[in-house]
């Protein structure tokens, strides 16, 4: 017993003999890891200023590379994002701070850019921007006292630069009209109404221009927007004509029928009459519940084509607004 004490005891002798050899070495190696660090920082500190310099490092507008944008966004999208930005003069890979971070940053900000995905560097100097555009869907109407003013809206209703839409593409585009406010470019309007409208145009993008659709109308009162979830709209045609619709798709009440069997009631009229681009439609359609037709009188197409030469307008290009308020005009004498 005593041995095998004496034994266990030799052992662990030796053991911390061998660590205490070992202990010197230990400490050499770790003042020079950290020796090499810190020189390797001091001499990075040293000379980036120069390396970022380099051709290889220096970022130029050009080298920014985004994907294919619609042809409403403008050409020089980059370039206003960085001078946005306060980003003008070279740009390094090297640069303090979060160079991809502040690029992402950059290019949400700005109207016609809907979200970033991702921000990607590589060499020579490149910088991926995966990205997606907002696309005009809408125009909305406003009147103020300059008059009449087209303002683009996208999807979700965010209001996009008019300025770079010709006043031609903006009059193509389906309008929404009543609308009172008018946000800042960039931001969404809060009007419960003009979302709606804007949902409803969406759903009618395909078909709006072979239906010689014209203009999205909201029949609840401007005062009560505030109560305008499942706001009714109506529907004026190239042709004059009004289309009772109701409500925007997913906001039916009880009763009326959903947004696919409204659009099958109109498609079949057209496909038998064909006539919603002239003064020979109907007054008004109702596609609600069922499909109602109200004619229009002898009367009130005379009335619509006297308003058209009085406006000094061809009857193709004649606002459906103008007709309609003369076909009312008539209707009420």
């Known amino acids: 017993?005593?041995?095998?004490?004496?034994?266990?005891?030799?052992?662990?002798?030796?053991?911390?003999?061998?660590?205490?050899?070992?202990?010197?070495?230990?400490?050499?190696?770790?003042?020079?890891?950290?020796?090499?660090?810190?020189?390797?920082?001091?001499?990075?500190?040293?000379?980036?200023?120069?390396?970022?310099?380099?051709?290889?490092?220096?970022?130029?507008?050009?080298?920014?590379?985004?994907?294919?944008?619609?042809?409403?966004?403008?050409?020089?999208?980059?370039?206003?994002?960085?001078?946005?930005?306060?980003?003008?003069?070279?740009?390094?890979?090297?640069?303090?701070?979060?160079?991809?971070?502040?690029?992402?940053?950059?290019?949400?900000?700005?109207?016609?850019v809907e979200s970033v995905q991702s921000v990607r560097k590589s060499l020579p100097a490149t910088i991926e921007v995966q990205l997606v555009y907002r696309t005009p869907v809408a125009a909305i109407e406003t009147i103020d006292q300059q008059g009449v003013s087209l303002l683009p809206v996208d999807q979700a209703g965010v209001r996009l630069p008019e300025s770079d839409l010709s006043e031609a593409e903006r009059c193509y585009l389906p309008r929404i009209s009543g609308a009172l406010e008018r946000p800042m470019i960039g931001q969404p309007w809060s009007d419960p109404r003009v979302i709606s409208?804007?949902?409803?145009?969406?759903?009618?993008?395909?078909?709006?221009?072979?239906?010689?659709?014209?203009?999205?109308?909201?029949?609840?009162?401007?005062?009560?927007?505030?109560?305008?979830?499942?706001?009714?709209?109506?529907?004026?045609?190239?042709?004059?004509?009004?289309?009772?619709?109701?409500?925007?798709?997913?906001?039916?009440?009880?009763?009326?029928?959903?947004?696919?069997?409204?659009?099958?009631?109109l498609r079949n009229y057209v496909v038998q009459h064909n006539d919603l681009h002239t003064i020979d439609g109907p007054a008004t359609l109702d596609v609600r519940s069922k499909l109602h037709i109200q004619p229009r009188t002898a009367k009130q197409k005379e009335a619509i084509l006297s308003a058209r030469k009085a406006d000094n307008q061809s009857l193709p290009d004649m606002p459906p607004v103008v007709a309609t308020k003369a076909e009312e005009a008539e209707t009420v004498r």
Not at 41 to 46: A, I, K, N, S
């Open 1 to 112: 017993m005593v041995v095998l004490k004496k034994q266990k005891r030799g052992k662990l002798v030796r053991q911390a003999s061998g660590l205490l050899r070992w202990r010197p070495r230990l400490v050499l190696g770790l003042v020079v890891v950290i020796a090499l660090g810190w020189a390797g920082h001091y001499l990075w500190q040293r000379y980036v200023p120069e390396i970022s310099q380099h051709p290889q490092y220096l970022l130029s507008e050009d080298r920014i590379v985004l994907p294919p944008a619609p042809p409403c966004v403008p050409a020089d999208l980059r370039k206003q994002v960085l001078r946005d930005a306060g980003m003008v003069g070279q740009l390094s890979l090297l640069d303090s701070g979060s160079l991809l971070e502040r690029i992402k940053n950059a290019f949400e900000f700005h109207p016609w």
């Open 197 to 265: 409208g804007v949902r409803l145009a969406c759903r009618l993008a395909s078909v709006w221009q072979p239906l010689r659709l014209f203009e999205i109308v909201p029949l609840a009162p401007a005062e009560k927007k505030h109560l305008a979830v499942g706001t009714s709209f109506a529907i004026l045609t190239q042709g004059g004509t009004r289309i009772f619709w109701g409500a925007a798709p997913g906001e039916e009440p009880s009763g009326e029928s959903p947004f696919d069997t409204k659009l099958e009631r």
